[in-house]
């Protein structure tokens, strides 16, 4: 069992960074690929980014990429998500997930068994 919470939502102008945390109990990220999705009111949720653990292995959404950077302190069982020229198409509640490895395609939600309560990031134009 993972339990997962995230942190390090907020209200930011366009423009702007938020950088938000994911930290991890119960067992290490060891033996998981660690992503971000994100939900929009109205909207599906969608994949963000995601990180092996050793940090070699990225994946972004097209939407994110060159703003938003995934990172992890393996030390801390915590992973990040810098996301810097923030756009109001941003806003939305951001969840932390793990997948057990191996995973088949890092961007499907369904390969993810475990999930945050999600932070709310509100960006305002």
């Known amino acids: 069992q993972v339990q997962l919470v995230e942190s390090g939502g907020g209200l930011v102008q366009a423009g702007g960074s938020l950088r938000l945390s994911c930290a991890a109990s119960?067992?290490?990220?060891?033996?998981?690929?660690v992503g971000w999705f994100r939900q929009a009111p109205g909207k599906e949720r969608e994949f963000v980014a995601a990180?092996?653990?050793?940090?070699?292995?990225?994946y972004y959404a097209d939407s994110v990429k060159g703003r938003f950077t995934i990172s992890r302190d393996n030390a801390k069982n915590t992973r990040y998500l810098q996301m810097n020229s923030l756009k109001p198409e941003d806003t939305a509640v951001y969840y932390c997930a793990a997948a057990p490895l191996p995973v088949v395609s890092a961007m499907r939600l369904d390969e993810y068994d475990y999930w945050g309560q999600g932070t709310q990031v509100t960006v305002s134009s």
């Open positions: 990180i092996s653990w050793s940090g070699g292995v990225t």
């Open positions: 119960g067992r290490t990220f060891s033996r998981y690929l």
